[in-house]
């Protein structure tokens, strides 16, 4: 099975550098596998960092594991609804996500449509890979942002710059995982909020080399 990809709000198509956010512990609370939708919530200081990227129609794109389908811990249904929630509670506050990619996906898969050693499991870089093909992205230009030192793998594997944030998992993995791994992040950022102000002093820099 291909890994996931839900309609766009995008229809530019233009070959730009995105934004490529983790959900779990990125957008919304770190709470293992969203089994209800009650379980979703929204960081604070998510939707007003995500409309700053809107304002600059900087595209920002979801990828996430979501391995609960293949252990079938979850319908798909359920999936789609969580999805749901996240567009209207981003919307309320005048944000959106350009796009969603999914990987549902697990070697060990409870469901045999989904026992796949796949190339969209994070930390490979599969999904970025599509998302790039389907919506005219530069990915060297790109940034990953996640709370797992598997987001900023996937980051290294296409070229992307990798960016932690210490909501979720991040601050253990900074202080567990991290010193061991190869691959660091470029910046370190306490939340979204942080790490977008980064973002846009980089791409600002960026364009004022342009001048």
């Known amino acids: 099975m291909k890994p996931v990809a839900e309609p766009s709000n995008s229809t530019s198509h233009l070959l730009r550098p995105a934004v490529f956010l983790d959900r779990d512990g990125t957008i919304n609370e770190q709470m293992g596998y969203i089994n209800h939708i009650s379980r979703f919530q929204l960081l604070p200081g998510v939707a007003a960092a995500i409309r700053q990227l809107n304002d600059r129609n900087i595209p920002v794109v979801v990828v996430t594991n979501q391995s609960g389908l293949a252990r079938g811990y979850f319908p798909p249904d359920l999936l789609l609804a969580v999805h749901e929630k996240m567009r209207a509670l981003l919307a309320e506050q005048g944000a959106h996500v350009d796009g ?36 005219g992205l530069d990915l060297a230009g790109s940034f990953v942002v996640g709370d797992r030192w598997s987001d900023l793998k996937t980051a290294a594997a296409c070229g992307a710059l990798p960016l932690l944030v210490l909501t979720g998992y991040g601050r253990g993995d900074a202080q567990y995982i991290g010193p061991t791994q190869v691959v660091q992040p470029v910046y370190v950022g306490d939340d979204l909020t942080a790490v977008v102000q980064w973002i846009l002093g980089r791409i600002n820099t960026r364009s004022d080399k342009n001048i």
């Not at 060990?108 to 890979?129: H, I, M, S, T, V």
């Open 100 to 135: 969603i990619y999914i990987c549902p996906h697990h070697p060990e898969a409870k469901k045999e449509e989904y026992r796949l050693n796949c190339e969209c499991r994070k930390p490979k870089p599969g999904l970025l890979l599509q998302a790039a093909r389907e919506m």
